[in-house]
């Protein structure tokens, strides 16, 4: 995970130090240009006795080597120099400007871009930079050093600390059983399968739980679900296909209420293709059900396009927090470093593999880690 982008800010923050090894040997050789003696220099007094035709010759002679020198030093100053090379030597003499702030983040936006980092994330990525380099004195030595706490920093604001899910549910079940919570997610992303990672998670931390078969609408989704509950060893409730998933979910919470059990899973359609008629269905489900909590499942590896529709779902219906499914083939980790941001909700699980345990808590320095160490 983040393999790609994490590569990425290395080049970028370790590029300057042979751009600046590359800039220290083009700077001898322009001093060699600059301190070589003109031939007039080396020449000797002519004497008196020379002739007209001797001395024209030297001058041209002369008049040919400047202009050589002259040409050797413009292709010396015109040759380009390396972004952290230009950024390094301005700020040996004086604090990082806005205008040049802007040339440094101008590449490490195209990184960003490549990535599936969303762009309102880049924004804010770069604003919480500029308030920890701009007016800063940096030496030299600690340029490299400086460039990447700063982005570390920026990239942890962003994220939003996860609450603990078990902790909560076995505080609120004190007052009120069953806790309810939904589960938002297009076709295709995962959700299922998350929903019964979760349902395992739950059991093996002693919290007995029903899922309730609310996608009605996906063939064989029913069907899916079951396998999980059977393999899991959890009860289920469903009725027939197109049937109304608000009142498989109540059916369900009717059924754990009576049966004492904490829990209730509601699995729902995401068939984003008809968008209004679903997030109707959304919204009936929530007015039906109220649910303790509004989960959003979304894929790691489909970047802005998850964050998109965590973003549309949360203006829809309000989720709460946020499971970002095979996170462990995710190379780019765009939609992980976006989505909290773009919606102000924690992530709280990152979806490892294939097996119910592979449901891994959200770990904000463990993210950090994994893109800068």
């Not at 006795?49 to 400047?66: C, D, Q, V």
């Not at 995962?190 to 609408?217: E, Q």
């Not at 949360?314 to 919606?343: H, P, Q, R």
């Amino acid at each position: 995970m983040f393999n790609f982008l994490k590569d990425k800010i290395k080049k970028f923050i370790s590029g300057a130090k042979d751009e600046i090894e590359g800039k220290e040997k083009k700077e001898e050789k322009k001093e060699e240009v600059e301190e070589k003696p003109s031939l007039a220099e080396q020449e000797p007094q002519q004497e008196e006795e020379k002739t007209r035709e001797e001395t024209e010759a030297i001058e041209k002679g002369e008049e040919a080597e400047i202009e050589e020198t002259k040409e050797e030093k413009v292709e010396v100053e015109e040759t380009k120099e390396g972004l952290f090379t230009k950024l390094k030597k301005l700020i040996t003499t004086t604090k990082l400007e806005d205008n040049d702030f802007d040339k440094f983040f101008s590449q490490l936006e195209i990184i960003l871009i490549e990535n599936n980092v969303a762009m309102e994330a880049i924004d804010a990525l770069k604003e919480n930079m500029k308030k920890e380099l701009l007016g800063k004195d940096i030496k030299k030595s600690e340029f490299e050093k400086k460039i990447q706490e700063a982005l570390k920093n920026a990239i942890a604001d962003l994220l939003i600390e996860p609450f603990d899910i078990i902790e909560k549910i076995k505080h609120d079940i004190k007052e009120k059983k069953p806790y309810v919570i939904v589960f938002f997610g297009i076709n295709g992303s995962g959700k299922t399968t998350t929903i019964a990672k979760l349902a395992y998670m739950l059991k093996k931390n002693n919290l007995s739980c029903v899922l309730a078969a609310s996608d009605t609408f996906r063939a064989a989704s029913i069907e899916q679900l079951q396998i999980h509950a059977d393999k899991i060893g959890i009860e289920m409730i469903k009725q027939k296909y197109n049937a109304d998933p608000a009142a498989v979910a109540f059916d369900a919470i009717a059924y754990a209420k009576s049966h004492g059990s904490d829990v209730v899973l509601i699995d729902t359609a995401g068939r984003m293709q008809n968008k209004a008629d679903l997030m109707r269905e959304m919204e009936k489900i929530i007015r039906v059900t109220k649910p303790d909590l509004k989960i959003f499942i979304g894929e790691a590896i489909t970047g802005n396009d998850a964050v998109e529709q965590a973003r549309a779902f949360n203006d829809s219906v309000g989720i709460d927090a946020i499971i970002l499914s095979k996170a462990d083939v995710d190379e780019k980790g765009g939609a992980t470093i976006s989505v909290s941001y773009i919606t102000k909700k924690p992530i709280l699980f990152l979806g490892m593999g294939q097996e119910y345990d592979d449901l891994k808590p959200f770990d904000k320095s463990e993210i950090l880690k994994k893109i800068f160490d």
